[in-house]
């Protein structure tokens, strides 16, 4: 044995934080043996108490809120684990998925250059999945802070990226965040960082998981969503930088 550690389930139940959190906390605990007086390993892990297989604790609730309105906060925080729904751990089904990223506008970006011009670019990528898959625009030279295809007949982004994705392990929708970032390219310079955001496109892979078809990421009914940027340069009155972009992902056989 390489060790061992008590887990107190009655200190976590009566612990009111622990019950009402939306997630149950990951936990690091350290490995002891007999053997040894120091910790002979640690352990991530989280615990789950949930009382859905108990009915009558459901009742034993509901009668007492119905006889006291004002129902008390370890009452509220034993009706929260009720419905607190645990984890999925199950593993990704097995197969190739293509996730596809369209970069079709860019608005109100920071003009670096003292032409109050930037040349813009758009870069993508998923640190968590595989950081060497990172992929970008063409550059638009001399934008006035945009760059809009119904404006511009030439020069619009209507950029599709691919990523190769295989389903490997546990299903971690972390790790599908894909990081967008706004550049302004410079030849004699080291490039400028303009703007970013991460957006999830986990919804598109549970889709395309699900449905075993293309899948997107909506947002009121539109694939084609607008994403606002963060930015640490001075916006002068300006909206925050925004990326008009359309995430899919589409199986191996499409």
Avoid at 111 to 132: A, G
Wanted: glycine share 4%; with cysteine.
């Amino acid at each position: 044995m390489i060790g061992e550690v008590e887990i107190d389930i009655e200190s976590r139940y009566f612990d009111e934080k622990f019950m009402s959190t939306e997630h149950y906390p990951v936990e690091k605990l350290l490995l002891r043996s007999p053997e040894s007086k120091v910790p002979t390993g640690a352990i991530r892990m989280w615990v789950e108490i949930s009382l859905l297989d108990l009915p009558q604790v459901q009742t034993k609730l509901d009668q007492s809120r119905d006889s006291n309105e004002s129902a008390t906060s370890r009452g509220e925080a034993e009706k929260a684990s009720l419905q607190r729904v645990p984890w999925n751990i199950s593993l990704m089904p097995p197969g190739d998925y293509e996730l596809r990223v369209i970069i079709w506008e860019v608005h109100d970006c920071p003009l670096q250059d003292t032409e109050q011009m930037s040349d813009i670019f758009v870069r993508c990528k998923l640190p968590s999945y595989n950081d060497k898959l990172l992929q970008q625009t063409d550059t638009h030279i001399r934008s006035e802070g945009f760059v809009e295809y119904r404006r511009l007949t030439k020069g619009s982004f209507n950029w599709r990226m691919i990523f190769p994705i295989k389903s490997e392990g546990y299903i971690d929708k972390k790790k599908f965040d894909l990081e967008v970032q706004i550049w302004d390219k410079d030849l004699l310079t080291s490039n400028d960082f303009l703007a970013s955001q991460t957006v999830s496109s986990w919804p598109a892979i549970n889709e395309c998981i699900a449905k075993g078809t293309k899948g997107s990421v909506i947002v009121n009914k539109s694939d084609r969503i607008d994403v606002e940027c963060e930015t640490r340069l001075p916006l002068n009155g300006k909206k925050k930088p925004r990326v008009v972009m359309t995430i899919q992902c589409l199986t191996g056989a499409e």
